[in-house]
C-alpha cells in the first residue's frame, strides 16, 4: 500500500517520505491493514458473507469476505481501536532493523565483496542508468548479478529480524483466542518468554518459508523484469525517441512495468507468506497453534499441502474478497465460512470379525461418520454373531462382497483366496463406489493398485505390521508361495496416497521390510480407546449388578463361579489375573499359563495355600469356530492346562460379550499381556482405562502405550520374570490400584477416542481435497 502510494508522488516529496521517521509514521497509519491481514493469514474470519459476482457486475454469482476496511471497522466496534494496534511495537522494530540491516549489508558487499555474482567493468556502470543501452547479455548479466546480491541481503535481512515478526504474530494471534500470554505492544517480556519455553527454533519459527518467499521475490522480478524490459525495447525499435512525450512514454512504462511486475511476484511468494505467519504460531501453545482452530504443524510443507487449494491465498486482497471454500448458513441465518467438506468414504477390510484391527476399523468408520462424512463399508465377510454391535448401526451401509469365492482351496492358500477376494471387493468399489472420495483399506495391500487405476479415489492404507512377517515358512512349496505373495504386497503398497502406522515400533518395521515405503512419510495413528462405549458398558454392568441380573449373563460365558466368588465374603481375598487375545500362536497366551504355574508353586513353597485357592487366572479373547487356528490353539492351551494340573484356577472365556470383558477388567488384579514384538495392542489400553495394571512384554507398541513402573509393567517374555510381577501383584494389590489410576489418565491424555477422530478427520480431508483437485 504505501509503495503503490510513492508512485504518484513527486521526486522532493518522495525522497522525504524515505526518510526513517516519516517510514515510522506511515508504517503507523498503515498498520492496521497488516493486523487484518495476520488475522486473515492465521485463518480469522468470523464475519458473515455476502453474494456478489465474481466480476461486480458480471460473471457467476460469488460469496465475499468483508474488505480490509470493514474487517477493521467490525473488531474496532467490538474490542476498541487499541487492538487494531496490537503487535505494533514489534513491527516498527522489525521495520527499522529490516532496514538498517538491508542496508548494511549492501554496503558491505558494495565495499568488501565487489566479485559476488560477477565483476562489472565501468560501462555496464554507465549504462545501468540507461536500460534502453544494453545488450540483451549485458541486461541479463546485471540482473542476475543485482539478483544474487539481493538475494543474500534480503536473506541475512530477514533472519536477524525473524524474532520481531515472529512476536508480532504472535501478539495478534492473540486476539483469535482471547489469550493474554504476551503483552500487546511491549518487546522484552514476548522475546524473555518466548527464548524460555521454546528457545531459538521459537524465535525463528516459520523462517524458512520466510527465506524462500525471498527468493521467489528477487528472482522472480529479475527474470520478469528481463523479460518486460526486453518487450519494451523492441517497441522502441521503430519510435522516434528525440521526441521528448514519445520518450517520456517510454519512461512512465518502465515506471509502470516495475509497479506491475513486483504486485505479480508477490501474488507468487504470498502463499510462503501465509504457511510462514501459520508456522510462526506453531509452538506457542496459543489457542490457534491447537485444535480445532488449526493442527499442530511439525514442518513448513505439512501446513503448505493442508492449506492447499483454498487457503494458501487468505488476505492477499484488499476489496473484493472472494471466498473460495465451502460456504454455511449459521445459527443467526447468515452466510458463513465453513471450513468443513463432507466426503464420502468407502472402508474397506477383509473379513469384519473381533479383533484388533476390526475394532480399529470400526473406530475409524464410526469416527469418520460423526464427523459427517458419509461412510459406507465393503467387506468380504460379516457375521451379525460374531462382530462388534456398534457395526450393527452400520448394517444399512454395509455390504458383503466375495462371490461366493471360497476361503480356501483344500485348506490351503488361505491368503492367496484372500487376496483374490479382497480384489474382488475393490473391482466392485471400482463399479459402485467410484465416486468415493477416498478409500480406506487395511490387512491386504493387493487392491491399492486396481483401485489406484481405475478410481480418482485418495488411497489411504492402514498398515498393523507387514503380512510377510506374520507368516511361517516350513517347506520349499510354502516358501515359493509366500515368495510371490510377499513380493505383491511389497510392490502394492506404494500405491497408496498415503500410509498410517499404528505405532514408531511398526514404522520402523515397515520401512525396514518395503524398499518402496522407505523414504516415504508415513504417520502414527495410534488405535483409540471408545471411552464412551466402556463408560456405558460400565454404567450397564452396575445396573445388572444392583438388580441381580448379571449372574445369567457371566454364566453364560463360562465366568459365572467368579461372579459368585466376588459376591461372598471372599471377594476381597479373590485375584484375578486376566488375560486378552485372540485365540492365535503369535499372541504367545501360553506364557501367562506358565506365569501363572509359576506364581502359584511360590506361593505353595511359602504355605499360602488361601491365596491359591482365591487365585484365578481367566483366558479371554477372540474365539471363531471357522478359523482353524482359533480350533487348534484353544486345544493346546487346554492341554497345557490339564498337564499342569491348574484345570481350577484357569477359566477360558471364548468371544466374550462386552459387557462380560468389562466386568473382568472391573474385578482383575492385573492385565497379562503376553504377545512378543506386538506391533500396537489396544488391550493394554483398555485395562489402563479401567483402572487396571498391565503387565507385558517390553518389546513392540507396549513400549509406547505403558509407562513402566508408573501405569505398569514391561518384562521380558519369560514365565519367571512375568511370574514374579505376578505375585507383586497378589501381595501389593494397593500398589495395583496406584497404577491402576495413573494408567487411566495416561489413556486419557494420549489414546482417546476424540484425538483420534481429530486426527483421522484432519488426514481424511487433506487427501480427499487434494484428491479432488
Known amino acids: 500500500m504505501e509503495q503503490i502510494m510513492e508512485q504518484n508522488i513527486d521526486p522532493p516529496v518522495r525522497q522525504i517520505l524515505r526518510t526513517p ?107 545501468m542508468e540507461n536500460p534502453r543501452e544494453l545488450g540483451t547479455h549485458q541486461l541479463i548479466r546485471i540482473r542476475v548479478r543485482q539478483a544474487i546480491r539481493d538475494t543474500v541481503s534480503h536473506c541475512i535481512a530477514t533472519t536477524i529480524v525473524q524474532p520481531f515478526w515472529v512476536i508480532m504474530v504472535r501478539q495478534i494471534a ?28 521459537g524465535l525463528f519459527s516459520g523462517l524458512i518459508p520466510q527465506l524462500i518467499g525471498v527468493v521467489f521475490f528477487v528472482w522472480g522480478s529479475a527474470v520478469l523484469s528481463i523479460v518486460v524490459e526486453e518487450v519494451i525495447k523492441y517497441s522502441e525499435k521503430d519510435q522516434d525517441l528525440e521526441d521528448q512525450q514519445i520518450e517520456s512514454y517510454f519512461t512512465n512504462l518502465r515506471s509502470l512495468s516495475k509497479m506491475v511486475v513486483g504486485y505479480f511476484i508477490r501474488s507468487w511468494r504470498y502463499p510462503f507468506e501465509v504457511v510462514a505467519a501459520i508456522m510462526a504460531t506453531a509452538g506457542s501453545r496459543l489457542a490457534i497453534s491447537m485444535l480445532p482452530f488449526s493442527p499442530l504443524f511439525t514442518h513448513w510443507s505439512d501446513a503448505y499441502d493442508y492449506l492447499s487449494p483454498f487457503e494458501l491465498y487468505r488476505g492477499n486482497q484488499v476489496i473484493l474478497r472472494q471466498e473460495r471454500g465451502p460456504v454455511s448458513v449459521g445459527t443467526d441465518g447468515k452466510l ?79 491368503a492367496l483366496c ?19 472420495a477416498v478409500v480406506v483399506s487395511d ?63 511398526t514404522e520402523g518395521v515397515v520401512r525396514d521390510t518395503f524398499p518402496s515405503l522407505a523414504l516415504r512419510s508415513l504417520t502414527v495413528l495410534y488405535p483409540p480407546l471408545n471411552c464412551d462405549s466402556i463408560n456405558s458398558q460400565c454404567q450397564r454392568v452396575e445396573e445388572n449388578q444392583q438388580n441381580g441380573t448379571d449372574e445369567d449373563e457371566l454364566n453364560s460365558e463360562g465366568i459365572g463361579q467368579l461372579k459368585r466368588r466376588m459376591d461372598s465374603a471372599k471377594a476381597a481375598e479373590t485375584n484375578i489375573f486376566l488375560s486378552i487375545n485372540r485365540f492365535e500362536r503369535k499372541k504367545c497366551v501360553e506364557l501367562a499359563i506358565h506365569a501363572f504355574a509359576y506364581l502359584l508353586d511360590v506361593l505353595a513353597t511359602e504355605n499360602r495355600q488361601t491365596e491359591i485357592e482365591n487365585t484365578f487366572l481367566v483366558l479371554a479373547g477372540g474365539y471363531d469356530k471357522r478359523n482353524a487356528e482359533n480350533i487348534a490353539y484353544h486345544l493346546e492351551l487346554v492341554q497345557i492346562v490339564d498337564q499342569i494340573g491348574l484345570q481350577k484356577h484357569v477359566i477360558f472365556a471364548l468371544s466374550p460379550s462386552d459387557f462380560a470383558k468389562i466386568w473382568l477388567l472391573k474385578h482383575a488384579l492385573l492385565v497379562v499381556y503376553t504377545p512378543d514384538r506386538e506391533h500396537f495392542g489396544i488391550v493394554p489400553i483398555e485395562a489402563m482405562f479401567m483402572r487396571c495394571a ?80
Open 21 to 127: 521517521i516519516a517510514k515510522l509514521c506511515m508504517s503507523s497509519v498503515f498498520y492496521p491493514m497488516n493486523f487484518a491481514r495476520i488475522l486473515i493469514q492465521l485463518g480469522h474470519d468470523p464475519f458473515p458473507l455476502s453474494r456478489g459476482k465474481k466480476r461486480i457486475f458480471f460473471g457467476p454469482p460469488v460469496y465475499f469476505q468483508p474488505n480490509f476496511f470493514k474487517y477493521i471497522k467490525n473488531i474496532w466496534q467490538s474490542h476498541g481501536w487499541p487492538t487494531i494496534y496490537t503487535g505494533i511495537g514489534a513491527h516498527l522494530a522489525h521495520s527499522v532493523a529490516f532496514d538498517f540491516c538491508y542496508k548494511y549489508t549492501v554496503n558491505q558487499l558494495d565495499e568488501f565483496y565487489l566479485e559476488l555474482g560477477g565483476r562489472m567493468d565501468e560501462e555496464d556502470k554507465q549504462k
Open 174 to 201: 492473540q486476539h483469535i483466542g482471547n489469550d493474554t500470554k504476551y503483552a500487546p505492544i511491549a518487546l522484552l517480556q514476548p522475546l524473555r518468554l518466548i527464548g524460555d519455553e521454546e528457545g531459538p527454533s
Open 336 to 414: 458463513q465460512k465453513h471450513f468443513f467438506v463432507p466426503m464420502k468414504v468407502t472402508v474397506l477390510h477383509p473379513d469384519f470379525g473381533i479383533g484388533g484391527a476390526e475394532r480399529l476399523m470400526l473406530d475409524m468408520a464410526i469416527a469418520l461418520r460423526n464427523k459427517g462424512h458419509r461412510v459406507t463399508v465393503v467387506t468380504n465377510n460379516f457375521s451379525r454373531d460374531h462382530c462388534f454391535p456398534e457395526l450393527l448401526d452400520f448394517e444399512g451401509d454395509l455390504e458383503v462382497v466375495n462371490f461366493h469365492f471360497p476361503r480356501s482351496i483344500f485348506g490351503k492358500c488361505f
Open 418 to 436: 484372500a487376496f483374490i477376494r479382497f480384489c474382488l471387493a475393490a473391482l466392485y468399489i471400482c463399479v459402485f463406489h467410484r465416486d468415493s
Open 443 to 505: 490387512l491386504i495391500s493387493a487392491p491399492l493398485p486396481i483401485l489406484r487405476l481405475f478410481t480418482n479415489c485418495a488411497l489411504l492404507f492402514y498398515c498393523h505390521f507387514p503380512d510377510q512377517l506374520l507368516t511361517t515358512r516350513d517347506s520349499f512349496l510354502k516358501s515359493v508361495y509366500r515368495s510371490v505373495i510377499d513380493r505383491v504386497e511389497s510392490w502394492s503398497v506404494g500405491w497408496a496416497h498415503k500410509v498410517l502406522v499404528n505405532s514408531h515400533f
Open 694 to 773: 498391565v503387565l507385558a512384554v517390553n518389546s513392540g507398541g507396549p513400549l509406547e502405550s505403558i509407562e513402566n513402573g508408573s501405569s505398569g509393567f514391561l518384562r521380558d517374555s519369560n514365565a519367571e520374570e512375568f511370574g514374579k510381577v505376578m505375585k507383586l501383584a497378589v501381595n501389593r494389590p494397593q500398589l495395583m490400584q496406584q497404577m491402576g489410576a495413573a494408567g487411566r489418565i495416561r489413556v486419557e491424555k494420549h489414546f482417546s477416542f476424540g484425538a483420534f477422530s481429530n486426527k483421522i478427520d484432519e488426514i481424511i480431508v487433506k487427501i480427499g481435497t487434494n484428491s479432488r483437485q
